[in-house]
């Protein structure tokens, strides 16, 4: 995606602020490698415990939303699947 699109809520063509986006998040395990970007791209959704696991919310908080694409964008395996839809 563009940068631009990392910047949240974007106003419509009145001017007006769009509705948040909601995200539904989901991590391939047979991809994932756990090189842990994601947890460097977005820290405050995706976190590798010390049991080598690796956490996140399906849904998370809207405010996460560009911090979610970038880390879908940067993992080397494409493990991450990022489900975008309008609130």
Known sequence: LPARD???????????????VKQTVDVDGEHCHLYGICQ?????????????????????????????????RMCPTQAITVKERQA
């Not at 990392?6 to 948040?20: E, I, Q, V």
């Not at 977005?42 to 880390?71: C, E, M, N, T």
């Open 6 to 20: 990392l910047r949240g809520p974007r106003p419509d063509r009145d001017g007006r602020a769009m509705s948040p």
């Open 40 to 72: 460097h791209e977005a820290p405050a959704v995706f976190q590798i415990g010390d049991d080598g696991r690796l956490r996140y919310p399906k849904r998370p908080d809207s405010a996460h939303g560009g911090a979610v694409r970038q880390a879908a």
